[in-house]
Every structure is written in structure tokens, then in C-alpha cells.
Nanobody, 116 residues
Framework: QVRLVESGGGLVQAGGSLTLSCAAS????????MGWYRRAPGKPRELVAG???????NYAPTVEGRFTASRDNAKKTIYLQMNKLEVDDSATYYC??????????WGQGTEVTVSS
């Protein structure tokens, strides 16, 4: 059974940084692709970064060069280092198992608010 717990969200000024973490439970984590998604009010859900089991990452163009996704397979944890944050980065960020949209493949979300 998959369980994902995000942490690290908060309020930060534009230009600042935050690091999100997602602790996962579930088998075969080390070979499972993981994702960071976000959803802002009134906007569709967006894939921010997808990371393969080996750590290869694809980023959304909106965050390329500012965000860095990584994973520690021994700790069953993925991270999202967010630098040069912009007001438009404000959203609830979700960890996702397997880049699947099943209801049981999502964490509860962590809120990021970037003030101007």
C-alpha cells in the first residue's frame, strides 16, 4: 500500500527558496518514477517535475533552472528544491507515486505561498 507524506511548504517572499520533501512507503520505490505536481486556485494541476527511479528528471518549462528534484532511494524520499520563487509558484504541491493519477497515488499536499 502506498502512502506519501509531504512536508516543507510555507510562506516565503519572492526570490526566496523552499525545499519540499515527500516520504514514501510502498514496495519497489527505487524503481518507481515519482512526480511533483502542483495546483493553484483556478488553475489545472501541473506536473512540475518527474523523476525516474535512477534520478533522471524532467521539469516543466515554468520551473526549469529554478527547481531541482532529487531522490534518496535508501530513505524512500523525494525532494524538490525551489529557488528564485515567484508569486506564480504559489500552489498546493503534491507528491505522486508512479506518475499515476489513481486516488491512492497522491500525498495530502503541502501549501506554498510566495508573497511579492
Amino acid at each position: 500500500q502506498v502512502r506519501l507524506v509531504e512536508s516543507g511548504g510555507g510562506l516565503v517572499q519572492a526570490g526566496g527558496s523552499l525545499t519540499l520533501s515527500c516520504a514514501a512507503s510502498g514496495s519497489d520505490f527505487n524503481i518507481t518514477a515519482m512526480g511533483w505536481y502542483r495546483r493553484a486556485p483556478g488553475k489545472p494541476r501541473e506536473l512540475v517535475a518527474g523523476i525516474t527511479g535512477r534520478g533522471r528528471v524532467n521539469y516543466a518549462p515554468t520551473v526549469e533552472g529554478r527547481f531541482t528534484a532529487s531522490r534518496d532511494n535508501a530513505k524512500k524520499t523525494i525532494y524538490l528544491q525551489m529557488n528564485k520563487l515567484e508569486v506564480d509558484d504559489s500552489a498546493t504541491y503534491y507528491c505522486n507515486w508512479g506518475l499515476r493519477h489513481d486516488a491512492n497515488c497522491w500525498g495530502q499536499g503541502t501549501e506554498v505561498t510566495v508573497s511579492s
